[in-house]
């Protein structure tokens, strides 16, 4: 398989492991293992901590253990955990989704920007891959309309993601409906990337219910990474219909075989004990807000934006003469601040924010992109890339 080199992926190792304020992740800020087995009732965390310490480091069940599956299988409707796997993140879930459905010659309409995965993969299998475009113009609006315009007889799938990465659009429950019918008239199948569930944000709009609810031709991906900030568990998985589920197993015997038994048990704990991170999120998500608002207003002149509607980013606007790659490596190496260039996404002009961050890393990132907005203005700059102690 030939494939596109992952862009942002390329962008977000020249910096992460230097940057002080990484104020452009998409996820929210992560828990430690402590912070998991902490979200137990404290009569029982010392038998939690037994159990994680005695995890026998074998191979594990390969579909995903049948608990972590069953409560799975129980956030949505007429699931049972045969119609789950757990996967190596989203990632892996999308992956194995795509290769088993798809074929060359298949047409596939897919929300862009997106993870660029969402596009990558399917163009890799040979599939001819329609662009849903999310405008600046429209308000990042998802155009339902324009959707059915993509759309022809050959569509094998259509592929969203709500609440949206990079924009923090989310389609409504109707106009979910509305995209289940379209795909099920055409015999098409509905992948929902779902890496933002359960991230709803204060001021936002509430969030639609998980697509697999709506019929058998809809297949749910989701993750550990962003809604229970754990991403080094790398643990994700699929909701779908029986048969692709053994499918996406069949190919995962491929890839990964099996999940951790270490993360798979860790996963359990942070989705019994979901009500607590989801109010750890809200607090986290709220402090950013707040601060932003409070930027953006502060700084009105210059940049602007519209608060995520769910999920975790936003798209900022800038009023500078700077490429956005060019604004983007002078804030990272002379800053310290990770704001992603907009141009990975087709935005030019624009920068990609995050609001699950610590939030004393937010608003510090915040200040410090402020001072380099003024020294830009100030014609202060010197040149993108030269590094300075301010930037480690
Ligand atoms: C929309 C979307 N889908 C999937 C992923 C992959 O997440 P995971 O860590 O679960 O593999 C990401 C990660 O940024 C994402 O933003």
């Not at 015999?187 to 509430?206: I, N, Q, S, T």
């Not at 019929?215 to 900030?229: E, M, Y």
């Not at 991403?231 to 951790?260: E, F, K, N």
Request: hydrophobic share 45%; aromatic share 8%.
């Amino acid at each position: 398989m030939k494939i596109e080199t992952f862009a942002l992926e390329r962008w977000m190792t020249t910096y992460e492991l230097t940057a002080r304020y990484d104020i452009t992740e998409s996820g929210i800020a992560p828990m430690t293992v402590a912070e998991v087995i902490g979200l137990a009732p404290a009569d029982e965390r010392e038998e939690l901590l037994a159990r994680v310490l005695g995890t026998r480091l074998g191979y594990s069940e390969a579909p995903g253990s049948h608990t972590l599956r069953s409560l799975l299988a129980e956030t949505y409707e007429e699931t049972g955990p045969e119609h789950v796997l757990v996967t190596t993140g989203a990632i892996e879930a999308n992956f194995l989704a795509f290769n088993v459905l798809l074929e060359p010659g298949d047409h596939v309409v897919a929300v862009a920007p997106a993870y660029q995965q969402l596009h990558s993969v399917p163009r890799a299998i040979g599939c001819d891959v329609s662009l849903w475009r999310l405008r600046p113009e429209d308000g990042f609006r998802y155009d339902l309309d324009e959707l059915e315009r993509l759309l022809t007889p050959r569509t094998r799938m259509i592929v969203v993601n709500t609440p949206h990465n990079p924009t923090g659009t989310v389609l409504s429950d109707d106009e979910l409906r509305r995209i289940y019918r379209l795909a099920e008239e055409r015999g098409a199948w509905l992948l929902c990337d779902e890496a933002y569930r359960w991230l709803d944000v204060p001021g936002g709009e509430p969030l639609a219910q998980p697509v697999r609810n709506l019929g058998p031709r809809a297949i749910s991906v989701g993750t550990f990474s962003k809604p229970f900030g754990l991403p080094g568990l790398r643990t994700g998985w699929l909701a779908a219909p029986a048969d692709v589920i053994a499918a996406c197993w069949a190919m995962r015997d491929y890839v990964s075989l099996s999940p951790g038994g270490l993360n798979d048990l860790l996963a359990s704990v942070a989705l019994v004990h979901r009500d607590q991170v989801i109010a750890r999120n809200r607090g986290i998500v709220a402090a950013n807000l707040a601060a932003a608002d409070a930027w953006f207003n502060e700084h009105a002149d210059v940049v602007s934006w519209q608060p995520p509607r769910g999920g975790l980013l936003a798209m900022v606007r800038y009023a500078l003469d700077l490429e956005s790659r060019d604004l983007a490596d002078r804030l990272a190496s002379q800053y310290g601040v990770m704001l992603a260039p907009g141009s990975a996404f087709g935005y030019e002009g624009y920068l990609r924010l995050g609001v699950g961050a610590v939030p004393e890393t937010f608003a510090g990132g915040l200040a410090r992109t402020a001072e380099c907005l003024a020294d830009l203005r100030a014609g202060r700059a010197t040149p993108a890339g030269s590094l300075t102690a301010a930037g480690a």
